[in-house]
């Protein structure tokens, strides 16, 4: 195994949704949509729902697990999709187009299998790899987590602002921990750094973040899993570019 490298890599991406408006008492959804004097400002303020813990949910946690061989090159061990499936009474697993497994199940299930990763004792100090992972990913699944009463294995948020162990998140290492609205460290979104880097942008199928809430909605989870994952081996890929040319 090449020196200093981690013996385990975990790729993970989430996808999130909007709970029900009227879940929310009248307070909450007064606070929810405060500020937005017009219907439209009253529907964005709803998509933005997915982007927060407190009023969002998982729907899909796309997962890839890479073991560093001995002579520095590197081994997939699994790649599988976690996908939730509104009011399911049996989880059940399905073969993706792409060949990958999902397994479906509530949130709370799905939340407990990603946990699991972490109970195998070869697991334990698996190195995480992510994009924006400690602004989104992380917290929101460490908060998801404890709304549901889980408890996470793993403090996903350990560490400082600029130094953190055992994670790698690819928007701070590409923007040199210094992210703005212009520049040379401007911040853009994931679809425009693969591009860039040239690798295949996970966007496809008619689906993209945007369009998650929707496809849910829809009960196309299998598209929004292949999406995720796709996602997942961007991210990998554009891990691999970093470690090439950007990595000391």
């Known amino acids: 195994m090449a020196t200093h490298e981690p013996r385990f890599y975990l790729i993970y ?29 009253k529907s964005k303020k709803h998509s933005e729902m997915a982007l927060s813990p407190l009023t969002g949910k998982i729907v899909c946690i796309g997962l890839q697990l890479m073991e560093t061989m001995d002579d520095g090159s590197y081994k997939l061990k699994k790649k599988k999709a976690f996908a ?17 497994e999902c397994e479906i199940n509530s949130e709370p299930e799905i939340i407990k299998s990603f946990w699991g990763i972490f109970n195998e004792e070869k697991y334990k100090n698996v190195h995480l790899i992510t994009f924006n992972g ?31 162990p055992l994670h790698t998140d690819l928007l701070d290492e590409l923007t040199f921990f ?6 040379a460290t401007k911040r853009f979104n994931f679809d425009f750094y693969t591009r860039e880097f040239g690798i295949t942008s996970p966007k496809g ?23 995720c994952l796709r996602d997942v081996t961007a ?13 000391w």
């Not at 991406?13 to 949509?33: A, H, M, N």
């Not at 908060?143 to 130094?163: E, V, W």
């Not at 210094?178 to 520049?183: D, H, L, M, T, V």
């Open 178 to 183: 210094s992210p703005g609205p212009y520049g």
């Open 235 to 247: 991210t990998w890929e554009l891990f691999l570019k970093w470690k090439e040319y950007l990595r």
């Open 84 to 100: 939730v499936e509104e009011s399911i009474s049996e989880p059940r697993k399905e073969h993706l187009e792409s060949g990958s």
């Open 13 to 41: 991406d989430l996808e999130t949704s909007p709970r029900p408006y009227d879940s929310f008492s009248e307070s909450q959804q007064e606070y929810i949509v405060r500020g937005a004097g017009t219907e439209e400002e």
């Open 134 to 164: 400690r602004n989104f990913d992380a917290p929101f699944l460490m908060l998801r987590s404890a709304i549901l009463g889980l408890k996470p294995t793993r403090n996903l948020m350990a560490g400082t602002k600029f130094t953190y």
């Open 205 to 227: 199928g008619g689906i993209d973040g945007s369009k998650v809430s929707e496809f849910y909605k829809e009960g196309k989870i299998l598209d929004i899993a292949e999406y």
